[in-house]
């Protein structure tokens, strides 16, 4: 393995196992210098790659960047968070195995997309189940184990399906790759035409309903918003920005295999149909509801159904505009669920009805907020906005009556959000209410996260663009 691709995995393991034995206030230093040395080591990869002098394909490197992203922000921002939102009475195991935990779901979270073993991609995935079951319970409310329970649960039966795909494309692969060979996707791709067509056609079924339900997608979507909510403010960055984005290259690996075996029309038409119905009951939920967190949970399931239905269109920029999304979406997720963070912080209630004036209450936080949910909306100049014309631009040239419902749609979501985020920064906040930030990192963490959000809006980097064609070139069938 490439020595800076170890040290993108080792740096958050070896940070999990060290903020366990250190104090606090040395692990939250610790986790936040980590993750950005860590994020700094992908953005090198990133480079290497896109001038073809990496060790791993494009797809892997693409699929990094919202780990990347996302770590660096929550990193930082967890130097407040430790200090602001331990519970329990032992505050210091508390903030010690919160530390452990985030860094560990993000050493879980980094393997993922490194993997192109299907048996080994599996068991990456089903790890990061795992760790975030720990994270999301930690706070030790009934609200938080009950999500937690129903996040293994639900999560769990996905993960068995997906198991269900790697057996069936093993069998389905045993004519021309021998009865015992390594499940490695290069294998596939190359063997392609060789293999068992039904047994493609069931795997790519399987794996879509299974790490589809990882990913978000309606109808197994159903864990989503309670773990999303009741998890601790990183950890719902780190679900929504980085897992969501993991389940989806398990997901893009199998289509490959499917796409070389079979043609394209067959995993556009699976995609068509989960991605519109992720967005349609996506985009009902956001006119009502009632919780900061799990409105932006909601959001989440949104996202995911716009990137699935771009990967349903047949022109090549919708393809491309579905992998900026990714990247845009790890980086306004998380800021969008930090800000709201800090603002549940102090209003102490996620309840958008008992939160008003949050623009003066913690003005800069709020702003970042505003900016975290216009750009989910997809108002210009923000990067989300550019990935979604490019998939609408895509859509309209290849399918019109889809791409006609997808704006239907995004319309509707963009009314639920833009309402939610009006209430709780407009109008004038309780008297009883403290205002002013008082605190340095959650702002420096959200700002890396606001720079992202702004800046691929304006300028798309070349690196970003190679690496984009790269996955269409291997979304294509083709090994590299």
């Known amino acids: 393995m490439n020595p800076i691709v170890a040290a993108i995995v080792a740096i958050p393991g070896m940070l999990a196992i060290v903020c366990l034995l250190l104090p606090y206030t040395v692990g939250r230093a610790l986790t936040a210098v980590g993750a950005v040395v860590t994020a ?88 990061t189940t795992i760790v975030a079951a720990l994270l999301v319970r930690l706070q030790g409310t009934p609200a938080a184990l009950e999500a937690a329970w129903k996040y293994i649960l639900i999560a769990s039966c996905g993960l068995g399906l997906a198991l269900v795909a790697v057996i069936v494309l093993y069998a389905g692969g045993t004519e021309a790759l021998g009865t015992r060979y390594s499940p490695d996707w290069a294998a596939y791709v190359s063997a392609a035409r060789r293999l068992n067509p039904d047994a493609v056609r069931l795997a790519f079924l399987f794996a879509l309903v299974g790490f589809g339900t990882k990913m978000g997608l309606a109808p197994m979507h159903t864990w989503l918003p309670d773990a999303h909510g009741a998890g601790p403010t ?24 499917t796409n070389a075996a079979l043609g394209p029309s067959y995993a556009r038409h699976l995609f068509a149909v989960l991605g519109l119905l992720s967005l349609f009951l996506a985009a009902f939920f ?62 102490e209630t996620r309840e958008i009805a008992g939160i008003r004036g ?34 609408l631009v895509g859509g309209f040239s290849s399918a019109p009556l889809r791409a006609g419902a997808l704006l239907v749609l995004l319309v509707i979501a963009f009314a639920g959000i833009v309402r939610w985020i009006a209430a709780v920064t407009g109008g004038a906040p309780p008297e009883s209410i403290v205002r ?20 691929l809006g304006v300028y798309v980097p070349n690196v970003l663009k190679v690496l984009i064609f790269g996955v269409q070139h291997i979304l294509a069938g083709n090994v590299s």
Request: glycine share 8%; net charge neutral.
């Open 234 to 257: 990183p950890t719902s960055a780190m679900l929504s920005g980085v897992v969501l984005s993991d389940a989806l290259y398990a997901i893009l690996r199998f289509a490959a295999i």
């Open 436 to 455: 002013g930030e008082r605190a340095i990192f959650p702002i420096i963490g959200m700002a890396l996260g606001v720079v992202i959000v702004v800046g």
């Open 40 to 127: 700094m080591l992908i953005a090198i990869v990133a480079v290497m790659v896109s001038q073809h002098r990496g060790t791993i394909d494009a797809q892997s490197t693409l699929f990094l960047l919202p780990l990347g992203i996302v770590y660096a922000c929550v990193g930082i921002y967890t130097v407040w968070y430790v200090e602001a939102e331990a519970h329990g009475s032992d505050r210091e195991r508390f903030r010690r195995e919160f530390l452990a935990l985030t860094n560990a779901f993000a050493f879980v979270e980094v393997i993922v997309p490194l993997v192109t073993n299907m048996a080994g991609l599996w068991v990456a995935m089903e790890a």
């Open 358 to 391: 949050a623009l003066v209450t913690l003005p800069v936080s709020s702003a970042f907020l505003a900016i975290a949910g216009l750009a989910l909306a997809g108002m210009p100049p923000f990067g989300m906005f550019r990935s979604e014309l490019m998939i």
């Open 286 to 347: 956001l006119l009502q509801q009632r919780d900061l967190k799990r409105m932006f949970a909601y959001s989440s399931i949104e996202h995911m159904g716009i990137v699935a239905t771009a990967l349903s269109f047949s022109a090549p920029i919708a393809v491309a505009g579905a992998m900026l999304h990714v990247v845009n979406h790890a980086a306004t997720k998380s800021l969008a669920f930090l800000a709201a963070g800090r603002i549940a912080e102090r209003y």
